[in-house]
């Protein structure tokens, strides 16, 4: 049971799920690790106490319910993603945006669909967790047209409005994405060379969605001057 329950709530966690073999091995192994453990407990600090069954039973159940998020913590640390990754490239997560998402800092994303000649710029807001049939939501967002020149198809700001764009990953070509200057996804990522002699390199902030807007209609411009001339 405690190891049951341990494995039900570390797969909700990490959005998991083991088919029913594992999940009965891994119950299996947990329940004799936790029960193990409050044993040499109690002979070692608590020999001279007896401890009834039913108290037994609501240590493991109280240590199967804590430990999940415990662990689930520790995984999501620096040092422990750091280690990993220099190890071997690897990363403990089985969905990629957990990796390229930053959840505590801004991140922007341009997201171009398959069929389709509309491109969105937002602010990541939240997303579903199943697979190509998950939603990802976008606020603060600006809408294009890409085929005549990223037309402005919806810009909600110039009408002082709040809204947010809600998009089928089946439905997504790319995505690109933008972060914070102080991220740590950048330099996870790679994308900040850290030797000595680049340390003097400046990151700006991720922009929002307007300012890159004010920037492609810029850039537009002189194209067309230039196309003029």
Known sequence: MPGFIFISIYEWLNNKSYNISVTIIWSLFISNIISLFYTNIHLVLYKQINFNESFKILMYITTAIIMPFLISIFLQTKIFRTILFKTNRKSINDDIFNDIIDYDKKTIMRIYLKSSPVMYIGTFKIREEKGTESYITLIDYVSFNIENGKNIIFQPDKYKL???VVINLKDIERIEL?????SQLIERLGLLNTKKEDK???????????DILKQIKAQEKCNNIEQGN
């Open 162 to 164: 709040k809204s947010s």
């Open 178 to 182: 933008i972060y914070e200057k102080n």
């Open 200 to 210: 003097n390199i400046k990151v700006k902030d991720a922009p929002e969605p307007k």
